[in-house]
């Protein structure tokens, strides 16, 4: 697999902004006529992106120097596009599942599937079932804008722990009798597979490279990750302590989280559908980000395709 995507490597094209800060202008042109422009050189998309590019790329920037990273530091902006990228990747792990994907056998000793044979072909048929709804996901994302997906996603998560810690619940106060309650456990962690992979799964690879603008992108996504690992800590170390000290209760801990990270995403996420990284730099730039973000922009030209003016709506 590591060989297939070295080969994709080269059949990729290249940044049409690294040409242009690189001094390789015309080239930059190129590709975005051919990709951007349908091989229109006048393209008002392309001539947008050029004078975007003119306006807004620092030829002289940070991503020159590998040590420096204050870039990510110097101005409210680059602040909040930072805590944008780590608050999405670690709310992102904290969703409960990492708790489901690495301990989900002891999960189903929560509710009496004890069975090896049975935990394998419910772990097998869960991972294959996240996968389809991941496919489903990436292929929508565009369409339905980030913030959509991930409220959707993270709000229905949370209404899945509430089927969980009940049904888990019933199960254990019948004392391991209710069969059906067991049967709902399992039903409705499927459905939270569902919504998460719809939603978060193909986010977790977009939205925090998006959130950050050209110069700051590399040593921002380094951050990304070490939010990540860091939040997997959590995951590897905390959750199998409590599932066996606590159990089932373990799971009103994803619910009340999933409630606040909803929260916090609706309030501090901006959407960054069908923007550019110019256009999010004026975003990332304005008193309230969010609002900005839902804006829409007219943008007027002359008869030579020349772009004159882009009006916010």
């Known amino acids: 697999f590591s060989g297939l995507i070295c080969i994709g490597a080269f059949l990729i094209p290249e940044s049409p902004r690294w040409c242009y800060v690189n001094n390789k202008r015309d080239k930059a042109r190129a590709i ?11 393209s008002p998309w392309v001539q947008l992106q050029l004078q975007e590019y003119e306006s807004h790329l620092n030829l002289e920037g940070s991503d020159k ?5 204050r870039k990510l530091f110097d101005s409210p902006s680059s602040r ?5 990228n780590c608050v999405f990747a670690i709310f992102a792990q904290w969703a409960g599942n990492g708790a489901l994907t690495y301990f989900l ?8 599937y004890t069975g090896d044979g049975t935990k394998a072909r419910i ?4 991972a294959c079932f996240q996968f389809c709804f991941a496919l489903f996901g990436a292929a929508f994302v565009d369409r339905f804008g980030r913030r959509p997906l991930m409220l959707f996603s993270m709000s229905a998560a949370c209404i899945c722990w509430v089927g969980v810690s009940s049904a888990a619940g019933i199960y254990n106060n019948s004392g391991g009798d209710n069969k059906d309650a067991a049967r709902a456990v399992i039903a409705m962690i ?6 998460y992979s719809v939603g978060i799964t193909p986010l977790q690879a977009l939205y925090p490279v998006e959130v950050l603008s050209f110069e700051l992108r590399a040593k921002g996504m380094a951050f990304s990750n070490l939010s990540v690992n860091a939040a ?3 995951n590897q170390f905390a959750w199998p302590i409590s599932l066996a000290q606590i159990g089932w209760k373990t799971y009103f801990v994803f619910l009340g989280w999933c409630a606040v990270q909803t929260v916090v995403f609706y309030f501090f996420l901006p959407e960054t ?41």
């Open 32 to 42: 975005l006529t051919k990709w951007h422009g349908l091989g229109n050189e006048q």
């Open 65 to 69: 120097r590998w040590w420096d990273y």
């Open 80 to 84: 909040y596009r930072v805590a944008c």
């Open 105 to 112: 056998p002891a999960v189903l000793d929560t509710v009496g």
């Open 123 to 126: 772990n097998l048929g869960y």
């Open 190 to 195: 499927f459905i939270f597979g569902a919504v």
């Open 232 to 234: 997997g800590l959590l």
């Open 273 to 313: 559908k069908g923007r550019t990284l110019e256009e999010l730099d004026e975003i990332f730039a304005a008193p309230r980000p969010v609002k900005a973000s839902l804006q829409r922009a007219k943008i007027a030209v002359n008869h030579d395709n020349k772009v004159l003016a882009v009006e916010e709506s």
